[in-house]
């Protein structure tokens, strides 16, 4: 990032605009399954699409041969959209809206139970279709030690657990593709217990289905001021696959049809590829305290509002003279008292420089609210040309399903 490219940036686009770097999530894929694969081969990645549905990152996940992994009808019209196959798609969630889930069910993709309502409406969906066999996965949970209660799945200590496996392998076109968990715990500590715990529940099983799916939870790439304020370590791609692939190895190395080991990250793969760059609108002090004001606001960045301070780089444009500045904050433009994007700034800052935060490719596009402004453009800038991912929002693209 530079002057020049900032300035013709802003004359094509507005004072305001991700930078998305296609190419570093495309190494950060490869790398990922490079550090399983070469320990247990029989492995994949189902990207989460609930992370970063940017089209060109999902095209880039399919095009290498990996999985959509979905949660809501919206995401697998994407990946259909796109053209991956059906069967390349994992719908998980709490919630589903069955119509679209039996259009895919009959495609040939998966969908993962995690109730016993859900087990019923799939029931109903394979009275109707005797002729189609479904896939279906089952969410199971269970206790890593993490301190959390998870919401997601069956509890394998369960009645309901038991039954639901009954009722799964006595229904003649249902095939039990899969076994999935999730847990949001990011830790690597607990990689090593979710990843024995399965194998263990599929020896008491006596089952081994096609995918043995770990889910996400998985720390990514980040500039080390971001890490310093992580309370717990912040694990390589290597450090993981080795907490659970020699499990997989181990377990299966005398199997003939070895089942696929899968994972679905999310910000392991996108959280270091998207920059946003915002100008600097005005600088003021109230009551002693320095506040620069920008065109963006904390929900473009950091719409989880975790209170972390992102990596950032200011980049004067020279159009007026900076002045040095202590514990500064940049604020949002947004009405909301709380809408900071940075805390405690030390350095030189003027009017109308612009500050470009990074590690900001997880969550933002996609949990961006449309509260005040709508949101801004996505360019894609990794390869030596400028692309235009998507375009900035305006009125109607927000207000075209209100009744005036």
């Not at 296609?22 to 699409?49: H, M, W």
């Not at 066999?133 to 089952?138: Q, Y």
Request: with cysteine; hydrophobic share 40%.
């Amino acid at each position: 990032m530079d002057k020049k490219l900032l300035s013709d940036l802003t004359n094509r686009f507005g004072d305001a605009f991700y930078l998305l770097d296609s190419f570093q999530f495309e190494k950060n894929y490869i790398e990922l399954k490079k550090a399983f694969t070469d320990i247990y081969p029989c492995f994949n990645i189902a990207y989460s699409y609930k992370t970063n549905y940017t089209p060109e990152l999902c095209k880039i996940v399919d095009r290498l041969g990996g999985y959509a992994e979905v949660v809501s009808d919206m995401e697998a019209e994407i990946a259909l959209r796109i053209g991956v196959a059906p069967n390349k798609i994992i719908w998980n969630g709490p919630y589903k809206n069955y119509k679209k889930a039996e259009e895919l069910l009959l495609l040939g993709g998966t969908v993962n139970l995690d109730s016993v309502y859900e087990a019923e409406k799939i029931k109903e969906i394979a009275a109707r279709h005797p002729e189609h066999v479904l896939n279906l996965g089952i969410r199971v949970n269970f206790d890593v030690n993490d301190g959390v209660v998870s919401r997601f799945g069956f509890d394998i200590d369960d009645d309901n657990f038991a039954d639901i496996l009954k009722l799964v392998r006595q229904t003649e076109n249902i095939n039990l593709i899969g076994i999935q968990c999730h847990f949001a715990t990011r830790s690597l500590e607990t990689w090593r217990p979710r990843a024995k715990k399965m194998l263990d529940l599929l020896d008491k099983l006596k089952l081994i289905p096609e995918h043995i799916d770990l889910g996400g939870g998985l720390f990514g790439k980040m500039d080390d001021s971001l890490k310093s304020q992580f309370d717990s370590y912040i694990p390589s791609y290597e450090e993981y696959a080795k907490e659970v692939a020699p499990l997989f190895a181990e377990r299966f190395k005398n199997c003939e049809n070895k089942p696929l080991l899968l994972i679905e990250p999310g910000s392991a793969l996108v959280g270091d590829c998207m920059k946003f760059a915002s100008k600097v609108v005005n600088i003021k002090n109230v009551r002693g305290k320095a506040i620069a004001t920008l065109l963006g606001s904390i929900y473009n960045i950091n719409p989880t509002l975790n209170k972390k301070n992102p990596p950032i780089t200011v980049i004067a444009t020279g159009e007026n003279k900076p002045e040095e500045y202590s514990d500064l904050d940049f604020g949002g433009f947004t009405c909301i008292e709380s809408d900071y994007l940075y805390r405690h700034y030390d350095g030189k800052l003027a009017q109308g420089d612009f500050v470009v935060f990074g590690n900001v490719g997880s969550y933002s596009v996609v949990l961006k609210p449309p509260f005040i402004l709508p949101n801004f453009p996505v360019i894609d800038i990794s390869r030596g040309e400028v692309k235009l991912i998507k375009r900035g929002e305006v009125f109607d693209d927000l207000f075209h399903t209100f009744a005036f």
